[in-house]
């Protein structure tokens, strides 16, 4: 296989880079000279339009998690397109979703679909807001809640700010967004118990990745946020987004068994098609009624795409495989596999440097020190991590350069996890 070194563009990568931002839709950063266009995919492969064959670490960004074209998802997605592609309204595939969401998620009584984990984030905001009648968002700093403003806000903070002040982490952020969301450092109780109670009057819900990025909880600390939030009437919610059926069948609330009062899901959920779920208790979910239309107690929710019965279908197939007994286990096992493999690697080859995760994820960061945070992360050396995932690029290994998540799936296996190894440690020893 002839890995995509520096050359000039092909012809497809070249009208990607005249039409497409930087020649990608959206935060990949490949220099223009190694930028590729996707063919197909199989299983944890890809091809791209030259031929090339790589080992898929993205899987789009987590979001096919049964591995590409998994002839179970595909027949559940193609048999219901023959029977229309969308209603904008209650379907058979998204009842039985919904159902099935509800067994796994304490959390959702009630659920509502949407197209993407951005809008199911961004439905809990407003719900928050709306039940507690109180204005601000709390998040945790360098968490992603999709491309929503809150969500992006204090994402990546180039310089500290003090506790709780937010950064806007983009341009476009409108300023009253400042006055919406505080924000707290990830993994710190102490300091999050603080801002909470300071702010309890005003405060709606505190948002959090349970798994932040690649970094799991402390001992603790989901518990410690639950019962702050109990203390002072603030809503916990969820962003199971990343986590959902990819940590365990019933997300992180099955795994460090701490739950939410709401919850948002998307990526894994659609087997790899795109849909967003949110959910929490009736209460709460009840201000949605379109019959309360014209009240106090009203929030408008709604999504042309959401619960399409082919996205629906998808996600029924998808949960039909993980709830196989063997796939939280076999997950697991491979992701300790492969972090295992990468502290091996690392040390080899004399590098110091933290391989963080939980369940079928993974994330070098080139420091000595612990990582718990965000700015334990960015302690890191970037500039080492984006070198490496350019070398793996090069070598045949298809991941997001900007040095975020490596995702496994039901696709992979160690003998993949062995082919990943050896290229990365290609790429450190190169000169």
């Given at each position: 296989m002839t890995a995509p070194e520096e050359h000039p563009a092909t012809p497809e990568a070249a009208r990607a880079q005249d039409v497409f931002p930087a020649g990608s839709n959206g935060e990949f950063n490949i220099p223009p000279g190694m930028s590729i266009v996707v063919e197909r995919g199989d299983g944890c492969r890809l091809w791209d339009t030259e031929g090339r064959e790589f080992l898929d670490f993205s899987m789009?960004?987590?979001?096919?998690?049964?591995?590409?074209?998994q002839p179970d998802v595909v027949a559940a997605a193609t048999g219901q397109a023959a029977l229309g592609t969308n209603f904008a309204h209650v379907n058979r595939p998204a009842l039985e979703l919904a159902e099935e969401i509800r067994r796994l998620s304490p959390a959702a009584r009630r659920v509502r679909f949407c197209a993407s984990g951005t809008e199911a984030t961004m439905y809990c905001q407003r719900l928050a807001r709306a039940f507690t009648g109180r204005?601000?968002?709390?998040?945790?700093?360098?968490?992603?809640?999709g491309a929503n403003e809150i969500g992006v806000t204090s994402l990546f903070p180039q310089r500290p700010l003090d506790y709780p002040a937010p950064d806007?982490?983009?341009?476009?952020?409108?300023?009253?967004?400042?006055?919406?969301?505080?924000?707290a450092p990830y993994n710190d109780l102490a300091t999050t118990e603080r801002i909470i109670a300071d702010r309890a009057g005003r405060l709606a819900a505190v948002m959090v990745e349970p798994l932040q990025r690649c970094t799991p909880p402390r001992p603790g600390f989901l518990a410690g946020l639950r019962a702050a939030c109990d203390r002072h009437g603030v809503l916990l919610a969820y962003d199971e987004v990343v986590t959902g059926f990819r940590l365990a069948y019933g997300g992180a609330q099955e795994l460090y068994g701490v739950i939410p009062d709401l919850v948002a899901y998307g990526k894994a959920l659609g087997g790899g098609l795109p849909i967003g779920a949110f959910g929490g208790r009736a209460e709460i979910m009840d201000w949605v009624r379109e019959d309360r239309l014209g009240r106090d107690d009203?929030?408008?929710?709604?999504?042309?795409?959401?619960?399409?019965?082919?996205?629906?279908?998808?996600a029924l197939a998808a949960l039909a495989l993980y709830r196989r007994p063997?796939?939280?286990?076999?997950?697991?096992?491979?992701?300790?596999?492969?972090?295992?493999?990468?502290?091996?690697?690392?040390?080899?080859?004399?590098?110091?440097?933290?391989?963080?995760?939980?369940?079928?994820?993974?994330?070098?960061?080139?420091?000595?020190?612990?990582?718990?945070?965000?700015?334990?992360t960015r302690r890191g050396d970037a500039a080492r991590g984006r070198a490496l995932m350019l070398g793996l690029f090069r070598r045949g290994v298809f991941l997001n350069p900007m040095g975020t998540k490596l995702y496994l799936s039901l696709a992979?296996?160690?003998?993949?996890?062995?082919?990943?190894?050896?290229?990365?440690?290609?790429?450190?020893?190169?000169?």
């Open positions: 789009g960004w987590g979001s096919v998690l049964p591995g590409h074209a204005p601000l968002i709390l998040k945790f700093e360098g968490a992603y809640h806007p982490s983009s341009a476009g952020i409108a300023p009253v967004v400042q006055d919406q969301v505080i924000v009203y929030v408008w929710t709604a999504s042309t795409l959401g619960g399409n019965p082919v996205s629906a279908a998808a063997a796939t939280y286990p076999r997950l697991r096992k491979l992701g300790e596999y492969l972090r295992h493999g990468m502290r091996r690697v690392l040390e080899q080859r004399q590098q110091r440097a933290q391989v963080i995760g939980d369940g079928p994820l993974a994330q070098v960061v080139f420091s000595p020190d612990p990582v718990y945070d965000y700015r334990s992979h296996d160690e003998a993949a996890c062995d082919r990943f190894l050896d290229r990365m440690d290609d790429a450190l020893g190169a000169p």
